[in-house]
């Protein structure tokens, strides 16, 4: 089969395209006629090869852009039975029948070099650029496409600032702000651009205390913006990377509204509307929610990506990996348990209460901290939890309340005032602050996406 011109890239994607909404069109129609007639089965399996293929190439996109997925030397990547079950159970055998001799329903190749044989399964060159293929095997019909994948890392920003008020600070609780302690001087600092005042209990001798209006403890001038610890293109980074949800689902996998039964869902789904999930454990890959998603009830859920246009409302919380989250409306996070999250965006107010675990310090085999980041004109977070949370928490450019008893190890930047009344303490950990890791984004390359000859 020839291989395709590089600018011949553009104009295929716009066929395949045209040629996919034709694909439905003739499944439709393949679906009267078998009504009708009986139809026949060739053609129906020659619309669905594609399908299948398209939503393989889909799924490990979005498993490589996971925080920590990306392929290395150490560990590599390779389809596991369990993924390839769970993909097999979204494409049913009455539908999609099996390929002869034994050939599985999918096969994934992940290389540095598509047209070498052998190429490695991770970025061996270095180049931070890896291909993806994905064959889907149904019936005697067989469909191959490829993409290229660009991963870009950027460095988490915790620079020494435990606190961050971006106006007057209060600190009536009894808990303690420190940090860890290096040659006997504190490495973090609190940081208010405005009056304090400290009235409570809690200690605040392990840290460096910096006040725009008191010169005995800011010389010397300026003092320094919330942008100096968040640059702009650091948080445009967090957004961007926090929305690798697909927005496209195969239409099967599209609904209007939806309340699913627990379960394992693998392929990309998108809801228009609002998702609904009771009592039950669910394992979601890529999920795009319009309205608003919340989760009640007994059992864990996680998602792969997550993209929710209104409110997320999680009660019940999950130890297992959950990917880039973003929230265009509210997050509110309550109830007992753990959340091992990595990086949540909204736009609107974030309210953590609870009892539960969020994050962890990533030694050993711990999870890593979390960025929970309200990016919203005027939008607050409160801290009300009495839990421990691991990570950083951020009102970008509103108001932070500190009210739980729970501990936060890591970082509260506020670009408005910031206030804490609780018994919780403030911990800068130098554990969490080196095991913040970094920002990953995953995209793929333009005009890379080809149907290829199956193997
Ligand atoms: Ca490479």
């Given at each position: 089969m020839p291989r395709l011109r590089k600018e011949e890239g553009s104009t295929l994607i716009l066929l395949i395209g045209i040629v996919a909404v034709l694909a439905i069109l003739a499944a439709t129609l393949v679906m009267v006629s078998a009504n009708v007639q009986g139809g026949t089965t060739t053609d129906k399996e020659r619309v669905t090869t594609f399908d299948v293929a398209e939503a393989g190439l889909d799924a490990t996109t979005y498993l490589l852009g996971l925080?920590?997925?990306?392929?290395?030397?150490?560990?590599p990547y390779a389809l596991s039975q369990k993924d390839l079950d769970d993909f097999r159970t979204e494409f049913p055998v009455a539908d999609y029948p099996a390929a002869p001799?034994?050939?599985?329903?999918l096969t994934v190749r992940v290389c540095d070099d598509p047209s070498v044989t052998n190429s490695p399964a991770y970025d061996a060159n270095g180049d931070n650029k890896l291909w993806v293929e994905a064959q889907a095997n149904v019936g005697d019909k067989a469909a191959r496409i490829r993409v290229q994948l660009l991963h870009e890392t950027l460095s988490a920003p915790l620079l020494g600032a435990v606190v961050y008020s971006g106006d007057d600070a209060e600190k009536k609780g009894s808990g303690d702000i420190t940090s860890t302690m290096l040659n006997g001087q504190p490495t973090g600092a609190v940081y208010v651009n405005g009056e304090f005042k400290g009235v409570g209990s809690?200690?605040?001798?392990?840290v460096t205390l910096k006040v725009r209006d008191d010169a005995s403890t800011n010389p010397p001038y300026p003092f320094p913006p919330l942008s100096q610890f968040m640059p702009d293109t650091y948080v445009q980074s967090l957004i961007l990377a926090s929305?690798?949800?697909?927005?496209e689902a195969l239409p099967a996998n599209t609904h209007s509204g939806w309340k699913p039964d627990q379960g394992t869902y693998t392929a990309a789904i998108r809801v228009n509307g609002d998702l609904k999930l009771g009592a039950g454990d669910y394992t979601f890959g890529s999920v795009y929610v319009t309205g608003n998603v919340d989760k009640t009830g007994t059992g864990e859920c996680s998602f792969a990506a997550l993209y929710v246009g209104g409110n997320l409302d999680i009660s019940a919380k999950t130890t297992r990996t959950w990917g880039p989250t973003y929230v265009g409306g509210n997050l509110d996070l309550t109830g007992s348990g753990t959340l091992n999250v990595s990086l949540i965006v909204v736009g609107g107010e974030i309210d953590v209460a609870g009892s539960g675990q969020i994050s962890g310090d990533g030694v050993g085999t711990n999870a890593k901290p979390a960025t929970i980041i309200s990016v919203g004109q005027d939008k607050s977070v409160k801290w009300t939890g009495s839990g421990d949370f691991y990570g950083l928490l951020v009102a970008m450019y509103g108001e932070f309340d500190h009210a739980g008893s729970g501990n936060v190890h890591g970082a509260e930047l506020a670009g408005k005032s910031w206030k804490q009344s609780g018994a919780g303490d403030i911990m800068f950990n130098s554990d969490v602050s080196v095991n913040m890791g970094n920002v990953f984004i995953t995209t793929m390359v333009n005009n890379t996406w080809q149907e290829i000859s199956p193997l």
């Open positions: 925080q920590n997925m990306w392929p290395t030397a150490t560990a001799g034994g050939k599985p329903l809690g200690e605040l001798d392990q929305k690798t949800a697909s927005a």
